[in-house]
Structure formats: structure tokens, C-alpha cells
């Protein structure tokens, strides 16, 4: 291979996400001093300094820390026991920030009772504390009763679903979406007791006489300004919806590492959950199958095992 399209391989090597270690190794291993100075030369990886030596730009080089550890982290994250994946997956998201808060609802809402149960056990256990009151003392916004009261949830997961009552819920929820111009619909304690509170199947009945209230519109649809009640929404009524939306932000080239993060944490929590669902919804809103949309984008072994995680099941 011509020493100029081995360059143009190594630095998209480092694009995307993971690394292409196969590549690198296959290239790199064999350049002389030379052709790495001239390598150091003809990338924007590297500036020189005062003294004429090329020098890793710094943005440039924790970037490449941080894809080169990307599949050591899938793989740490699909090895530990799920309780503990999602205790740490919980403090991670509340030392982040509101940017991450999304994960405090996608856990709270998208875990059966017994499992939320082992996560608060796990995180008890590795910080010495509550989830509940990490989330009350970091939460400072509208958002902490919510929050605290989804971590905190043991939802009833019978069939059984009272439709007088959904339907009188459903008009609450309603009525404090109209009325949001007023009072944040989160500062209304029966919005946050009848998301937090009630079964799967109940808010199925609640969320389709929503609509009938609403002439047709959707309760994800009328609090889009409101995204951590969104996000409840979605991971309560069409989780695979919520996942998809955070695995596309992920793969767009130009997500933020936080963003970056929703690719690994979904296909690692839902690989043996909704992933089939995921998998077959994914191309109706995104024009393309999952499994390419990872092919083109990912690299090395992190594709190679993010890839496998996806074929789990066929």
C-alpha cells in the first residue's frame, strides 16, 4: 500500500467510534522514524511547538484515550452483574449532570420492579448510601421529585387495569399539560405519583385516553419543551422509541461524548431485552438497519462486539 493511503488509514483509524487496532498494528508496526515524523507532518493530529517538535494536539489525544478505552468499557459493562451495571450507570449519570439526567428516567422507567429493587441494593452497597438520596441532594431542578420518586418505584406488574381510573388520570395528566403555562406540569404531585406509580399496563389505559383528550396527540408529543417528562413518557409507553432516538443522537458524527456513551449503554442493557424490537423499528425512522448504520460508523473491536451483542437471539 502506498505510504500516502497508509497515512489516510491510520487517521481514520482514529475516527468514529473505537479504534481500528488491526490497522494500526498492520501499519504502524512497520514505519520507520521517518515515515512516522512525515505521518506527524501531514495530519491535523499533531501542531508543532516553538521548538519544531510535532506534538499531540491535547483535545485530539484524550480523544483517542478515550475511543481506545470505548471497548474495554462495553466490555466491563456487559460482564458486571446488570444490579451493579446500573447502580454505576445511575452515579455516573448524576456526577455528569443535567445533560445525562436521561439515564436516572431510562433505568427508573424501563427496569421491572424486582430488578430496580437489586439496583438500589447494588448502589447501597458500593457508595454507601441511597440511590434516593444521591438523587434528592444532586437533583436541584424541577425534575427531583420525579426522579427520586421513579428510582424509588415498585410498580404493580399484574394485569390488572381499573379503566374508570385510568381514564380519570389520563384527564389529569391532561389538564396539567394544558394548563403548564401556569405551573410546570412536574410541580403537580398526582403527575408525579401517576408516572411513578403505576403499572406498564395501567399507563397503556392512561396514555391512550390521553390522546382521545387531546384529539389525537400523543402526551410525548404536547411536553416536548419538558424532556426528562418526555423521556418519562417514552420509556413508560414506547420504550423502543426512547432507544432509538438516544442510539441515532449516538451515532451522529457530531455527538458529544455523553451522547457518544447512549451507543454502548443501550445495546449492552437491552441485548437480551428489546433489542429485537429496536432492531426491527430502527430502519423505519432512520432509513437504515442498525447493524449497517454500527458497520459504518464503528470501529475495531468495539464494532466487532457491538456487533455480536445485536446478532444475540437470530
Not at 12 to 37: M, P, Q, Y
Not at 58 to 85: C, D, N, S, Y
Not at 155 to 168: F, L, N, W
Not at 195 to 213: D, I
Request: proline share 3%.
Amino acid at each position: 500500500m502506498p505510504f500516502c493511503d497508509e497515512v489516510d488509514v491510520v487517521g481514520k483509524s482514529f475516527l468514529g467510534l473505537g479504534v481500528d487496532e488491526k490497522s494500526l498494528i498492520s501499519i504502524l508496526g512497520k514505519w520507520n522514524k521517518d515515515e512516522a515524523r512525515t505521518f506527524r507532518t501531514l495530519t491535523t493530529f499533531f501542531i508543532q511547538d516553538e521548538r519544531n517538535f510535532e506534538i499531540w494536539l491535547v483535545e485530539h489525544l484524550e480523544q483517542l484515550k478515550r475511543e481506545f478505552l470505548r471497548f474495554q468499557g462495553a466490555i466491563v459493562l456487559w460482564t458486571m452483574h446488570p444490579w451493579e451495571r446500573d447502580a454505576r450507570l445511575i452515579k455516573k449519570a448524576l456526577i455528569d449532570g443535567p445533560k445525562s439526567y436521561n439515564v436516572l428516567v431510562e433505568i427508573g422507567c424501563t427496569r421491572k420492579s424486582d430488578e430496580l429493587m437489586g439496583a438500589r441494593k447494588a448502589y447501597h452497597s458500593l457508595y454507601e448510601c441511597s440511590i434516593e438520596e444521591d438523587v434528592a441532594s444532586i437533583v436541584i431542578d424541577v425534575e427531583r421529585k420525579l426522579f427520586v420518586a421513579l428510582v424509588s418505584s415498585y410498580r404493580y406488574e399484574g394485569p390488572k387495569v381499573h379503566e374508570d381510573t385510568a381514564k380519570s388520570e389520563a384527564k389529569t395528566l391532561y389538564n396539567a399539560v394544558i394548563n403548564a403555562g401556569k405551573k410546570h406540569p412536574l410541580e403537580d404531585e398526582d403527575v408525579v405519583r401517576i408516572l411513578s406509580t403505576r403499572s406498564k399496563l395501567h399507563l397503556k389505559s392512561v396514555f391512550k385516553y390521553y390522546k382521545e383528550f387531546s384529539n389525537g396527540k400523543g402526551m410525548e408529543e404536547e411536553v416536548e419543551v419538558y424532556l426528562s417528562l418526555k423521556h418519562t413518557v417514552e420509556c413508560l409507553s414506547t420504550p423502543h422509541t426512547y432507544f432509538i432516538k438516544v442510539l441515532e443522537e449516538a451515532i451522529n458524527p457530531d455527538a458529544d461524548e455523553k451522547m457518544k456513551e447512549g451507543l454502548t449503554r443501550v445495546i449492552v442493557t437491552q441485548a437480551d431485552v428489546d433489542m429485537k424490537v429496536i432492531k426491527k423499528e430502527y430502519p423505519k425512522k432512520n432509513g437504515a438497519a442498525l447493524v449497517d448504520k454500527i458497520e459504518h460508523m464503528a470501529n475495531g473491536n468495539f464494532k466487532n462486539f457491538l456487533l455480536t451483542l445485536l446478532a444475540r437471539g437470530e
